[in-house]
């Protein structure tokens, strides 16, 4: 990845996850990648790969163009418009918990909606 300032990056990965309360361990668990990665990226020791730079954007909730510094906007701000209330209360909690807990999740709203079939 040509271009990319390593220290910016670095920055703005460590600012966001203690932002969110997060370890470098609950972050590298939420995005699915090693610790030592999250820890060799903060430090601007390493150039990311686009697959850890997919995995943390959503795992931080950010856009990828803020964490490249392209845009001072964190987040786009199109991305939910189209979402009522309650689905963007729904979707909080979803992103409330870890990528582990968020398919356990998934399944139980599944489960719900299946049920609420065969009363009807």
Do not use: C
């Amino acid at each position: 990845m040509n271009g990319v300032d390593l220290n910016a990056l670095a920055n703005r990965l460590r600012t966001r996850r203690v932002e969110l309360g997060l370890s470098q361990e609950s972050l590298a668990e939420r995005a699915q990648i090693n610790q030592s990665t999250v820890s060799l990226l903060e430090r601007g020791d390493q150039t990311p790969t686009l697959n850890s730079l997919i995995q943390l954007t959503q795992a931080l909730d950010i856009s990828m163009d803020w964490l490249l510094s392209i845009t001072d906007e964190l987040k786009f701000t199109d991305r939910e418009t189209d979402l009522d209330p309650v689905e963007k209360e729904a979707l909080g909690i979803i992103r409330s918990v870890d990528h582990q807990y968020r398919s356990r999740l998934v399944q139980l709203m599944k489960l719900i909606v299946e049920f609420r079939r065969f009363e009807g």
